[in-house]
T-cell receptor
Framework: GNSVTQMEGPVTLSEEAFLTINCTYTATGYPSLFWYVQYPGEGLQLLLKATKADDKGSNKGFEATYRKETTSFHLEKGSVQVSDSAVYFCALSGQSGGSYIPTFGRGTSLIVHP | DTAVSQTPKYLVTQMGNDKSIKCEQNLGHDTMYWYKQDSKKFLKIMFSYNNKELIINETVPNRFSPKSPDKAHLNLHINSLELGDSAVYFC?????????????FGPGTRLTVT
């Protein structure tokens, strides 16, 4: 079956530091890839997505590139802010038995200190 | 207008009781989901309905029963509540056009079983 593996947290950074959260996946066919963000006490929100190989998704200074050769979709941001503190989920939507099934990673908590 | 709404936001109840959580989406999406998030933020998909038809039914106790009266609503009924059912339950929706399966999440229902 499909699976998503992302680095364990928490990731703790100082403001303006560079962020990378690693994500790799296993899936048949050509899944769509997503990063979702969950702020404290809220539901998940779509942060960015990519639907085919070499696509780059970007939003709010975050970027991720769909790398089919390494089955990866790492999340990066050049300069994090305290307000970026949240849990980040890597996810895919891939075909399984005729339906598109969402698969989530376990989430990575990011803590940004002033 | 809230895109995906859930009621109630908090639910505190005793073991053995029966409770329901309601979800509504006003996005015109054709697919809705229920997820359970544990205290470590792990997100587990429970059910999914596409146009009122059950398409995902993961391994959950049969005390949990989803009901979709129409494609804008997906309710979750839980019988004989147990301590282990304590978690945050999220409803989500998506439009299953080809390559576009991003999900929109509700704010969550925090269920506490005492």
């Amino acid at each position: 079956g499909n699976s998503v593996t992302q680095m364990e947290g928490p990731v703790t950074l100082s403001e303006e530091a560079f962020l990378t959260i690693n994500c790799t996946y296993t899936a048949t066919g050509y899944p769509s890839l997503f990063w979702y963000v969950q702020y404290p006490g809220e539901g998940l929100q779509l942060l960015l997505k990519a639907t085919k190989a070499d696509d780059k998704g970007s939003n709010k200074g975050f970027e991720a590139t769909y790398r089919k050769e390494t089955t990866s979709f790492h999340l990066e941001k050049g300069s994090v802010q305290v307000s970026d503190s949240a849990v980040y989920f890597c996810a895919l939507s891939g075909q399984s038995g005729g339906s598109y099934i969402p698969t989530f990673g376990r989430g990575t908590s990011l803590i940004v200190h002033p | 207008d809230t895109a995906v709404s859930q009621t109630p936001k908090y639910l505190v109840t005793q073991m053995g009781n029966d409770k329901s959580i309601k979800c509504e989406q006003n996005l015109g999406h054709d697919t809705m989901y229920w997820y359970k998030q544990d205290s470590k933020k792990f997100l587990k998909i429970m059910f999914s309905y596409n146009n009122k038809e059950l398409i995902i039914n993961e391994t959950v106790p049969n005390r949990f029963s989803p009901k979709s009266p129409d494609k804008a609503h997906l309710n979750l009924h839980i019988n004989s509540l147990e301590l282990g059912d304590s978690a945050v339950y999220f409803c989500a929706s998506s439009q299953t056009t080809f390559y576009s399966y991003e999900q929109y999440f509700g704010p969550g229902t925090r269920l506490t079983v005492t």
